[in-house]
């Protein structure tokens, strides 16, 4: 090769090598400039179990959002620890906006129960994003149980109190404290009636069938399905209304529980210190994703009710409903074991 042609081909090799670099320093700048969240798509960490409660909501707002923000969402299930080991990894998460958690009441449930040895603030380490909805329960029994009202539940497990015993799908959940808030308004705890506790609805709700507990307060989209079947007797609900899902069961308040309403809630958080321009973006596509009658029509079918609210308006709702959950822990004495 003549040196002439060498020093050329040197030459040559120079700026492509120089021009590669170039690149590779711009790539993060301009996905920096990039608008968000055109970047990659978006994960919702779920931290339960697919095919609940919290799972279908998610499933059922991911697909709004995808649609507002134009970008696809996907539904990511980490499951464990009533929830703690998912909410764990995303308040570890870069505030980024491409990682979003999406929980039920449970995430406000479950500092005030495992104070000593839970990894994250539920409160400090997230940014509250919206509330998108709640379900009333459905409070029902096996059929064997003698039973139809929870008047005559009452009473039969006054009678024979060592002949019954409760269920819940998981230790702090919304199932949990509303039966724990039943025994305890009813006097029912005195008697000791014990709480079953299970990792998740399915396998509770398999026990109930069963026959192996007799009571379970549970969402509509785990419990519905078998009540209707008549494997289950719903014997109440929970909400301030009756379902029109059950219209001929009454309200816990009909049933003669004059202040018993309770709920599990469904929202929407990113981990803590969110860019504000983010946290707008997801707000506003959370707001239009709530007020779309397609999304309300799909959350009635499975039991739940829209029940929007924004980031501002949030973040003081779980602060009340953490106030509501402390007494009930509190006057139902509920413990880790």
Do not use: C
Request: aromatic share 8%; proline share 6%; charged share 20%.
């Amino acid at each position: 090769m003549k040196r002439s042609t060498r020093r050329l081909f040197v030459q040559h090799g120079a700026a492509l090598a120089g021009a590669a670099a170039l690149t590779l320093l711009q790539a993060p700048q301009a996905a920096a400039q990039t608008p968000y969240p055109k970047v990659r798509p978006i994960t919702i960490v779920v931290p339960h179990a697919p095919g609940g409660a919290v799972d279908g909501v998610a499933r059922t707002l991911a697909e709004r959002l995808a649609s507002e923000l134009g970008q696809s969402v996907i539904v990511e299930n980490r499951a464990g620890a009533s929830g703690m080991i998912g909410a764990a990894s995303v308040a570890r998460t870069d505030a980024d906006g491409y990682t979003l958690y999406f929980n039920a009441s449970i995430h406000s449930i479950n500092p005030l129960l495992y104070k000593s040895t839970i990894k994250y603030d539920a409160v400090k380490d997230f940014t509250a994003i919206g509330m998108v909805a709640q379900g009333a329960l459905i409070f029902s029994v096996n059929p064997q149980v003698p039973a139809n009202t929870v008047q005559e539940l009452v009473s039969v497990v006054k009678a024979a109190p060592d002949k019954f015993s409760f269920v819940t799908s998981g230790y702090g959940s919304a199932g949990h404290l509303g039966v724990a808030q039943f025994l305890y308004e009813t006097g029912l705890s005195k008697s000791g009636i014990p709480i079953v506790l299970y990792k998740g609805a399915a396998p509770a709700l398999q026990d109930l069938i069963g026959g192996q507990v007799h009571a379970m307060m549970d969402p509509f989209l785990s419990s519905l399905p078998h009540v209707k079947a008549g494997k289950l007797r719903a014997l109440a609900v929970t909400g301030a209304e009756r379902s029109p899902l059950l219209p001929d069961v009454p309200t816990m308040r009909e049933a003669g529980l004059k202040d018993f309403e309770f709920y599990s809630w469904y929202g929407l958080w990113a981990p803590a210190k969110l860019p504000a321009p983010i946290l707008k973006t997801l707000e506003a596509a959370t707001a239009k994703a709530a007020q779309d009658p397609a999304l309300k029509t799909k959350l009635n079918g499975l039991g739940f009710d829209v029940a929007y609210r924004n980031a501002a308006d949030f973040d003081k709702f779980i602060a009340s409903e953490m106030t509501k959950y402390q007494a009930i822990i509190e006057k139902a004495n509920i413990k880790i074991e």
